[in-house]
């Protein structure tokens, strides 16, 4: 192939095409994704748009059940799935100058570790299936005062959401009031060993297909993108709200409607438990 016509990550530039949206580089930021069963096409569709450096973190191993809703093939099972997702981005980059780093370790196990990723993180993805993972990683990115994209789906595949927090914003905790949250909530907030305080929302396995995973994986992506865009030039509209309901076939005494979301910009509760105690 001559060089003229070599692909942006065959010659290590840039994407032209991301050039015409964000004329200020994403190269410099980063991003934590942990959980990457779906996170990892989250990790993707952020690669793809221009961000280089990412942590990855999850203990899980890649199993045959797994591949209807992961981006990793039948080659990465029994692997590692931060391993097996960087081996696939390392690949999709090629020449490109990226920084990827993967963790087979539990968030709980290696505290000081995990607070010095999210320390130089511009931005955090949390994609776990456990609600005291979420509110764990919250919590830690409201000490950090850092940004924080939570996405999860509901039971069968039948929507999902996804919530953005910003410093002195709300926070992923202050969702407790808004549904049967809040005994759990209460729960982890007096457990002192959080990695043994589960609760009967936390799964073992994702629900739905990959198909159903793509659209909240392609909305969270977004809203990252959002967050990492919100101080410098560029011409892609931003999703202005901070809690998106996504229902793909309806959602039971929510949304009706196939195919549709509900936007709620979440105000900061007086009485959440966990972000009030960092004022």
């Known amino acids: 192939m001559e060089a003229s016509k070599k692909s942006a990550y065959e010659t290590g530039t840039e994407n032209p095409r991301i050039n015409t949206l964000i004329k200020t580089s994403l190269s410099e930021k980063k991003v934590t994704v942990i959980g990457l069963g779906g996170g990892g096409e989250i990790a993707l ?65 290696n505290r000081t570790l995990f607070y010095n990723l999210i320390h130089e993180s511009d931005v955090v993805v949390c994609a776990t299936d456990t609600d005291s993972s979420r509110y764990f990683i919250n919590e830690v990115c409201i000490e950090l005062r850092k940004p924080a994209i939570f996405v999860s789906m509901f039971e069968k595949g039948a ?26 909530l209460k729960k982890y907030s007096e457990t002192t060993d959080k990695k043994d305080c589960s ?7 994702a629900p739905g297909i990959g198909i159903d995973q793509s659209f909240l994986c392609s909305i969270a992506a977004r809203k990252a993108l959002d967050v990492l865009l919100a101080d410098v030039e560029h011409s892609l509209p931003p999703v202005g709200t901070n809690w998106i309901l996504w229902s793909l076939f309806g959602i039971a005494n929510v949304i009706d409607k196939h195919l549709s979301s509900m936007l709620i910009m979440l105000e900061k509760q007086k009485d959440c438990i966990i972000c009030n105690q960092w004022q």
């Open 45 to 109: 569709h952020l690669l793809r748009s221009g961000i280089v450096k990412q942590n990855l973190i999850d203990n899980d191993i890649l199993e045959s059940g797994n591949l209807v809703r992961h981006i990793c093939g039948s080659r990465f099972i029994g692997n590692n799935k931060a391993f097996a997702v960087k081996e696939l981005l390392d690949e999709y980059a090629g020449n490109q100058v990226s920084s990827i780093n993967a963790y087979d370790w539990n968030i709980f196990d």
């Open 159 to 184: 929507g999902g959401e996804i919530f953005t927090y910003i410093p002195d914003f709300a926070c992923y905790c202050c969702l407790a009031d808004h549904g049967e949250r809040k005994d759990f």
């Open 199 to 205: 609760s009967a929302r936390d799964v073992s396995a």
